[in-house]
């Protein structure tokens, strides 16, 4: 059963619909003893990264959240968190993952945010990507991006430049676009993450 951490970031309605369609059983985090209820975690998120984590530290959920050992996805924003910093407030993170949450560079011919449907490759065999084809398409929408870095990035797109689309390390993992919003890969992307 997933636990979906509540912290005040953003709509997880479109989430949490997915979910029941695919059957897939959650339940709500508000507190540290509600970790206990649950196998696997998602940490949703939307808008101001540093924002998100203001509020996020406000919960006391932090160190709890540090310290998780089971299957935990961060999901657009809440990937962004468990980077190290943003550019986005300059704000300290998470810092699950020793590297940096940036801003998409002005580049002619290229629009920010990054908004639409977007090529992922996977770079790593992982069974988060199970049955995904490598260049499906998902839903992406943010105007900052975690820096490409072979060791963590999971897979990656390529919008102005390369980036990581998904990261991994150990038992966190995070995708920068939107798996509720990306059709039948979005939703293969939930199950097998349900199962990892």
């Not at 924002?51 to 919960?59: D, G, N, Q, V």
């Not at 940096?100 to 990507?129: A, M, R, S, Y």
């Not at 430049?161 to 993992?173: D, L």
Request: net charge negative.
């Amino acid at each position: 059963m997933i636990g979906i951490i509540r912290y005040g970031a953003g709509n997880i309605f479109s989430l949490t619909a997915t979910l029941e369609r695919l059957g897939i059983a959650y339940g709500m985090i508000s507190t540290e003893a509600d970790f206990e209820k649950y196998d696997r975690y998602i940490i949703p998120g939307v808008g101001h990264a540093g924002a998100a984590m203001h509020k996020l530290e406000s919960t006391g959920l932090v160190p709890a959240i540090k310290a998780l050992d089971k299957p935990t996805l961060g999901i657009c924003v809440g990937m962004q968190l468990l980077t190290s910093y943003s550019e986005e407030g300059d704000s300290n993170l998470l810092d699950l993952f020793p590297i940096k949450t940036l801003k998409f560079p002005h580049t002619d011919g290229f629009k920010v945010p990054h908004t639409g449907w977007n090529q992922v490759f996977p770079e790593k065999e992982n069974p988060l990507f199970a049955n995904i084809p490598t260049g499906s398409h998902f839903y992406f929408v943010h105007s900052y991006f975690i820096e490409y870095d072979p060791l963590y990035t999971l897979s990656s797109t390529n919008y102005t430049h390369k980036f990581s689309a998904s990261i991994w390390r150990g038992n966190f993992y995070g995708v920068q676009f939107h798996p509720e919003k990306s059709g039948t890969y979005g939703e293969q992307l939930l199950k097998n993450f349900s199962k990892i």
